[in-house]
């Protein structure tokens, strides 16, 4: 206050020895050039926020209309998946070669191994798989881990992998060994049909298991998973072995299961997912056909074959899948366009080395990049929306993001882009205006000085100073010093904007004090329209809310205190129920001694009000026990709650009142009158729309007149 009686006093001084000796034309100069600067100013700041806001919108927008799309294309995707694995297993091609190909694999399992054989395969898997393999999973690696046990297994490596004349990644070029077994003439009779699947569909191998043995009798990649058995042998706890058990716990035929992505030894340690069927013969089950999930085709249905402009992401922007363990489940941009500066990014954001490293082998993020962010976890608890967030690279971005409905996968699916690329539209449109600024403010200067020889100041200040009063402002105080007739209309003009000034005052203070009144006896919506001149307001809806509450225990509590602490007590939690209520934009109608009425939905029509009520029984539950354990009391909270048809009005003369009645405010009334201390009573009509996200019981009350009774749990993490 001191500080601005100050700077009012410099004013004055300065007005009365410096802009008084000021020409007309200068004090117009300089009135127009303030006037017309803070139009300009706040027109600038107005386009500034305006455009801000749209182009905020806009690009959101975009990036949500991305995932969407790509939400789309990746359900229909797997829905395709699944549809087409069922079709193959069903088909009668699978079907002869599951019977013909177990047949000569129980005949392998009858040939003799010589011990050279065994030799060769070590040597190989010494040669050829473990320096890979090293590459990617630490530790001394053992032949003895992952020698195939079964002499059949040893037996197909020994031809279709070691002495394969094929490289390593093609062995599945050879169409059969010139063993002379009745395997391997099975086999060129369906490799090359699987082949060409695998090839069509994109998996990224194929396999033939039997389901009571659990051997992989068949594999069109040949790694050195062929032949090995999936019960006992080195690949027992892999996905693969997973999905064949999750297939013998529910062999239904045409179903499918799935199991998510893990790192798979014999592709090298890369994360592996796997998806498995049955396969029947008639009434019969002989087998169990899977797949290894194509990572390739994921990534090119995120990435949109790494084309991400045309996409609309432009240079930072990616749409990419994380499980439930936070991990991706796709690749990441950065890693195919900019690797060594996304290691970067992700080294400082606390991702070992070790990661980085195999990351790098792999050249793939997937199971591997950790997405620990707040999109991520909020789309994993199933909630659609965006906002923008930091991103695993530590990189503030747009995100849309949204879960996906996959039968048997917890994932989630996030559209982003850097928000400094996002928001160059809005940095473009910031230097634009500051631009047009500028050159406004020079232009005006111009005009300015050529409309002082047209206006002259004191009339000016004077219009300004009655419109400024006409639209409310108390301050105006005209400063002229001169004692013409100007001079003298200025003072007349502050004598009058004093008393009106006083005035206004005066009614304001009686309107707030009869708008208080007003407000204690009616709700808001209620006294707005009584204000108005609406003597009869009525309001009469199909469907709202209505809570019935009675403070337990307060009539004992009442009779052992005094009056004064029992007042206060009240008094205090209905000013918390009333603050409640408020936040949830439910109307208090009545408090009658220990009792609370409140609705929800009449005098405002809100689609939600079911919820919005549900929400405040548990906070006014909340704040009752806050009230007790702050003053050692043990108050309890009883109430009904119904849903339907109110009514209401004000009713009376001079002592009005804003009365409820109807079907759904007497079904709470008789809800509340057959509960127990502690109990929150609801009907069907609260029940169904919100079963599935609180916690309910059914209620020992039994049905009300048709009308069944639950018991809305209030937990000790209820929200408020």
């Not at 803070?38 to 801000?52: C, K, M, R």
Request: proline share 3%; charged share 25%.
């Amino acid at each position: 206050m001191f500080k601005q009686l100050r700077h009012s006093k410099v004013l004055q001084k300065l007005n009365r020895f410096t802009f008084n000796k000021l020409t007309i034309k200068s004090k117009l100069l300089l009135m127009l050039l303030g006037v017309s600067m803070g139009s300009i100013l706040v027109i600038s700041s107005v386009s500034w926020y305006t455009g801000q806001k749209t182009l905020k919108a806009t690009i959101f927008k975009h990036l949500v209309s991305i995932r969407s799309s790509k939400s789309q294309q990746f359900e229909q995707y797997f829905e395709s998946l699944y549809s087409q694995l069922g079709i193959l297993a069903n088909d009668r091609m699978t079907i002869s070669a599951m019977v013909e190909l177990k047949k000569g694999f129980k005949q392998l399992n009858q040939q003799f191994i010589p011990s050279d054989w065994d030799e060769a395969l070590e040597k190989h898997y010494e040669k050829e798989f473990f320096p890979k393999l090293t590459a990617n999973i630490p530790g001394d690696l053992k032949f003895g881990t992952f020698r195939p046990s079964g002499q059949a297994a040893r037996y197909l490596q020994r031809y279709y992998i070691v002495t394969n004349p094929n490289p390593v990644g093609e062995k599945d070029k050879l169409l059969a060994a010139e063993d002379g077994s009745d395997y391997s003439k099975f086999h060129a009779t369906y490799h090359q049909e699987f082949a060409e699947i695998l090839e069509n569909f994109g998996f990224y191998d194929i396999f033939l298991i039997d389901h009571k043995t659990g051997d992989i009798i068949y594999s069109v990649y040949k790694e050195t998973d062929y032949g090995t058995n999936l019960d006992n042998g080195p690949y027992a706890s892999s996905g693969l072995a997973k999905a064949v058990n999750a297939v013998r716990e529910n062999p239904e035929q045409g179903a499918v299961q799935i199991f998510d992505f893990s790192f798979y030894r014999p592709s090298y340690g890369a994360p592996a997912a796997f998806l498995a069927t049955p396969i029947y013969n008639g009434p019969h089950m002989i087998g169990i056909f899977a797949v290894q999930l194509p990572v390739d085709r994921i990534n090119d249905l995120m990435t949109d074959n790494q084309d991400w402009e045309a996409e609309g992401l432009g240079k930072t922007g990616e749409t990419y899948l994380v499980g439930s363990d936070l991990l991706m489940r796709s690749v990441s941009r950065f890693l195919i366009e900019t690797p060594e500066k996304y290691k970067q990014a992700i080294r400082e954001q606390g991702v070992t080395e070790e990661t980085i490293q195999l990351i790098e082998n792999l050249e793939t993020t997937i199971f591997l990049q950790k997405v620990d962010t707040i999109a991520a976890r909020e789309a994993l608890k199933g909630k659609i929306d965006y906002k923008t967030v930091k991103d695993y690279r530590g990189i503030d971005v747009l995100s849309a993001y949204s879960p996906l409905e996959i039968k048997g996968l917890d994932w989630v699916i996030l559209s982003e882009m850097d928000v400094s690329e996002g928001y160059q539209p809005i940095y473009t449109l910031q230097r634009n205006l500051l631009i047009a600024t500028i050159l406004l403010i020079v232009l005006v200067t111009f005009t300015s000085n050529f409309a002082s020889y047209i206006f002259v100041q004191p009339i000016e200040t004077l219009i300004q100073a009655i419109r400024k009063a006409t639209e409310g402002d108390r301050n105006v105080a005209i400063q002229l010093e001169s004692e013409d007739e100007l001079g003298k209309l200025a003072k007349s003009i502050n004598l009058m904007t004093r008393r009106l000034d006083r005035q206004t005052e005066l009614l304001e203070e009686k309107s707030r004090e009869s708008d208080a009144l007003l407000l204690n006896i009616l709700p808001s919506l209620a006294a707005e329209r009584l204000k108005k001149g609406d003597t009869k307001v009525t309001n009469n809806v199909r469907q709202a809310t209505v809570l019935v509450a009675q403070i337990g225990s307060f009539t004992e509590f009442a009779e052992q205190h005094d009056a004064s602490k029992a007042t206060e007590i009240l008094s205090a939690i209905i000013s918390v129920f009333d603050s409640e209520a408020q936040k949830y934009d439910v109307d208090k109608i009545a408090v009658m001694g220990d009792r609370y009425v409140a609705v929800c939905g009449l005098l405002k029509p809100q689609l939600d009000h079911i919820k919005r009520g549900v929400d405040f029984a548990l906070a006014m539950a909340e704040s009752l026990q806050h009230i007790n354990d702050k003053n050692g009391i043990a108050l309890d909270l009883r109430l009904g709650m119904h849903a339907g048809a109110v009514q209401a009005g004000i009713v009376g003369g001079q002592n009005f009142a804003y009365t409820l009645w109807g079907e759904a405010f007497g079904t709470a009334n008789e809800l509340l009158a057959r509960g127990k201390s502690k109990q929150i009573l609801v009907s069907q009509a609260i029940y169904e729309p919100l079963k599935g996200n609180y916690e309910f019981s059914p209620s020992s009350v039994r049905d009300l007149d048709g009308i069944q009774v639950w018991q809305l749990i209030v937990s000790s993490t209820s929200s408020s």
